[in-house]
Structures are given as C-alpha cells and as structure tokens.
Nanobody, 119 residues
C-alpha cells in the first residue's frame, strides 16, 4: 500500500510560479509511474503530467506543456511539479497519483493540494 502526501500549493498571481511536491511511503517508489492530475471547480478531474519509473520519460497535457515540469527523486521517494507562467485557469486541486507497472489505472492517490492563481 502506497501513501501519497502532496504539499506546496497556495495562492499566486498570474505569471507566477509554484512547486508542488508529493512524498510517497509504503511501497517501492521506483516501481511506480507517477502522475499529477487536477480538478477545477465544477469540472472533471484531468491529467496534467506523468513520469516513468526511471524518470527518463515524461508526458504533459497540451494545456501545461512548456510551462510545467515533472521530475522525481527515487532516492527520496518524491515527485515534483514545477509550475511556471501560471494562469487563472490553472486554479484547481492538484493530486499526485501512482500507477504500478503493467497497470492501466492509477492505483493510489494523494489527498490533494489547492492551487489558486489570481488574475
């Protein structure tokens, strides 16, 4: 069983930056694909970014490509999301998630951290 705890959310002005972190415990972190998702008020949860178990491959949604960077440190069991050039439409609760190798669905989720971007 993997536990995920996000941190780093907050209030920022448009054009600013935030760095989200997700700390994992209770599993073999390096064996999981890690992802970030978000849910804006009144909207469905949407994919933001994911990173392979080794960190060698990353993938982003079109809405954040070029502005957000996902990274991981397998020695520290953490995955980060650096968010630059933030826009009001990035306002959402951001969730960290883990997907075991060979699985299609993400098996484990954090509780979420709020990101609010003011215009």
């Amino acid at each position: 069983q993997v536990q995920l705890v996000e941190s780093g959310g907050g209030l920022v002005q448009a054009g600013g930056s935030l760095r989200l972190s997700c700390a994992a415990s209770g599993g073999t972190f390096s064996s999981y694909v890690m992802g970030w998702f978000r849910r804006a008020p009144g909207k469905e949860r949407e994919f933001v970014a994911r990173i392979s178990w080794s960190g060698g491959t990353t993938y982003y949604s079109d809405s954040v490509k070029g502005r957000f960077t996902i990274s991981r440190d397998n020695a520290k069991n953490t995955v980060n999301l650096q968010m630059n050039s933030l826009k009001p439409e990035d306002t959402a609760v951001y969730y960290c998630a883990a997907r075991a190798r060979g699985e299609v669905e993400y098996n484990y989720w954090g509780q979420g951290t709020q990101v609010t971007v003011s215009s």
